[in-house]
């Protein structure tokens, strides 16, 4: 009977070794963690776009100021001024969005073909999830630069276009 006992206590202890302590071992997650900043700062692409868009915005509405502000009193040229202001922080944050609208892109793409249900961003986490960060920047780093060629290849006929 002992001997039994001793086997059946050996059992166990080998099943344990084969597939590990499952009752104590993490839990696999459906849930993504993402460093957005990371991404972001991955892609300089993404951040030098934002950057060109930014300006051309900031110098077209300069010359616009000051082609409007030409023949005004200080008082218009400040109301002139603010009016713009407001416009340009409403463009600022339509390039913003348009910014994180590919970020986002690029996480839902992962998120579906790693088979996550939900994804957080990493600042927001303690403990737990699968980190998809790197993932994430490869996935829009394709993505941006294939938008780079296509914008190249616009570019590209349009001159021939104009040449002819």
Do not use: C
Request: zero cysteines.
């Amino acid at each position: 009977m002992r001997w039994q006992a001793y086997l059946s206590h050996l059992s166990v202890s080998w099943q344990l070794f084969l597939w590990g302590d499952t009752a104590n071992a993490a839990p696999t997650s459906d849930i993504g963690v993402v460093d957005q900043r990371q991404v972001i700062s991955d892609n300089g692409t993404l951040a030098l776009d934002y950057q060109k868009k930014l300006k051309e915005t900031a110098d077209e509405m300069q010359k616009d100021f000051d082609a409007k502000a030409e023949n005004m009193t200080d008082a218009e040229k400040e109301k002139l001024f603010a009016d713009m202001q407001q416009q340009f922080n409403q463009k600022r944050t339509s390039i913003e969005k348009e910014m994180a609208d590919q970020v986002t892109g690029a996480v839902k793409s992962v998120a579906s073909k790693r088979g996550l249900s939900l994804v957080v961003d990493k600042a927001a986490v303690i403990y737990g999830g699968t980190d998809i960060t790197k993932d994430v920047s490869d996935s829009l780093a394709k993505s941006t630069s294939a938008s780079a060629d296509a914008a190249k290849t616009d570019a590209a006929k349009t001159d021939s276009s104009t040449t002819k």
